[in-house]
C-alpha cells in the first residue's frame, strides 16, 4: 500500500515506458516470491535421511523384498525416515513377510491402483510407537497412516492373550510372529498375513477390480511433480502438496490481478 501512494505521485511525470518497467518489475517480484516459495517446499519434501532408515533395517531382518520394493515404488519408505527424524510420537510398523505377499491371491497387488498400493502400505503403520506389551491396553479400532478408522473404511482391532497378539481387519487376522525391530520411536512387528484393507478387500466390491485403464487414469503422486490439477480424490500423504499447489495457484491469480491492476492505471 504505501508503495503505491508513493508511487502514485511519482506516476504523474512517468512515461508509458516507465509504467511498463514498473509492470515488470512487480511481475518479477511475485514471481521471484513464487520461486522461492516452491524451493522452500521442495527442501523440506522427502529427503530420505535421518538417524533411522526403515529400509536398512528391513534388509538387515530378511525376507522382506516385496515389502521393500513397496515402500520405494509408494515412496512410504521416505515418508516413514522423515517422520521418524521429525516427529515425536513415533511409528509402529507391521511388516508382512514375503511369505505373506506369496501367499495373497495371485495379481492381487497388481489390481491396485498406485494410491491404493499407498493406502495397502499406509494401513501397516501406526501412528504412534506401541511396544509389546502396550497392545493389551489398546482400544479398537485402532487409527492406521490409512486413515480414520471410526467411519469404517480402515478399521484394524488387535486381540491380546498372554504375549500372543492378533490384528484383524475384517478381511484378514493376522498373528504378530516376532518382533523385528523396537527403540523408542519406533517397533517393527513381522506378521503372518498381508492386511487387507475393508475399503479395498471388503465387500461389496471384492470383484469390482478396477479396470486396467481405470488404474492408469487415476494417478495421484505422494510427491509433488510441479504444478498441476490438484486432486481431491487424494490420499492424507498428498493432502499437504496438493494444499501447497493450491497456494501457488493463489499466487499467481494475484500476480496476474496485479499486473492487471498496474496496466488499467
Ligand atoms: C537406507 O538404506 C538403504 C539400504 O541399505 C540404502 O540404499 C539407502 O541409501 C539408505 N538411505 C539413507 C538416506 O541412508
Ligand atoms: C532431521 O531433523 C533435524 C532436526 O529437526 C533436521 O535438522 C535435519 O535436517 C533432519 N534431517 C533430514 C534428513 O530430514
Ligand atoms: C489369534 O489367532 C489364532 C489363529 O487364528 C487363534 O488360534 C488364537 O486364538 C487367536 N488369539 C487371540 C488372542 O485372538
Ligand atoms: C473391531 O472392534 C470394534 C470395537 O470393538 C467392533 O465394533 C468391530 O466390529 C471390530 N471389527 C473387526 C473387523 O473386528
Request: aromatic share 6%.
Amino acid at each position: 500500500m504505501h508503495r503505491r501512494s508513493s508511487e502514485q505521485s511519482i506516476r504523474q511525470h512517468n512515461t508509458a515506458t516507465m509504467q511498463r518497467f514498473g509492470c515488470a518489475v512487480t511481475a518479477f517480484l511475485f514471481l521471484a516470491g513464487l520461486a522461492g516459495e516452491t524451493f522452500a517446499q521442495s527442501a523440506t519434501s522427502p529427503a530420505p535421511a535421518g538417524p533411522t532408515n526403515i529400509t536398512a533395517i528391513m534388509e538387515k531382518a530378511g525376507q522382506y523384498g516385496t515389502l521393500i520394493r513397496l515402500l520405494k515404488s509408494t515412496q512410504v519408505g521416505d515418508q516413514i525416515n522423515n517422520q521418524l527424524n521429525n516427529s515425536n510420537t513415533g511409528l509402529t510398523i507391521f511388516a508382512p513377510t514375503d511369505n505373506a505377499f506369496s501367499s495373497l491371491p495371485s495379481g492381487t497387488l497388481n489390481s491396485l491402483t498406485d494410491q491404493q498400493k499407498v493406502a495397502l502400505i499406509q494401513f501397516h503403520i501406526l501412528p504412534t510407537v506401541i511396544s509389546a506389551s502396550q497392545f493389551q491396553t489398546v482400544s479398537n479400532p485402532v487409527r492406521t497412516q490409512a486413515g480414520d478408522a471410526s467411519n469404517g473404511r480402515y478399521p484394524l482391532n488387535v486381540t491380546t492373550m498372554g504375549t500372543q497378539v492378533n490384528l484383524s481387519t475384517g478381511v484378514v487376522d493376522a498373528t504378530i510372529a516376532n518382533t523385528i525391530y523396537s527403540d523408542s520411536k519406533l517397533a517393527v512387528y513381522q506378521v503372518d498375513q498381508v492386511l487387507l484393507p475393508l475399503e479395498i478387500f471388503g465387500p461389496p466390491a471384492p470383484a469390482a477390480a478396477p479396470a486396467p485403464a481405470e488404474a492408469k487414469k487415476q494417478k495421484p503422486s505422494p510427491v509433488a511433480e510441479g504444478p498441476s490439477t490438484p486432486s481431491t480424490d487424494a490420499t492424507d500423504a498428498s493432502a499437504g502438496v496438493n494444499l501447497s499447489r493450491s497456494a501457488s495457484g493463489g499466487g499467481v491469480m494475484f500476480a496476474a490481478a496485479a499486473i492487471w491492476l498496474w496496466w488499467s492505471f
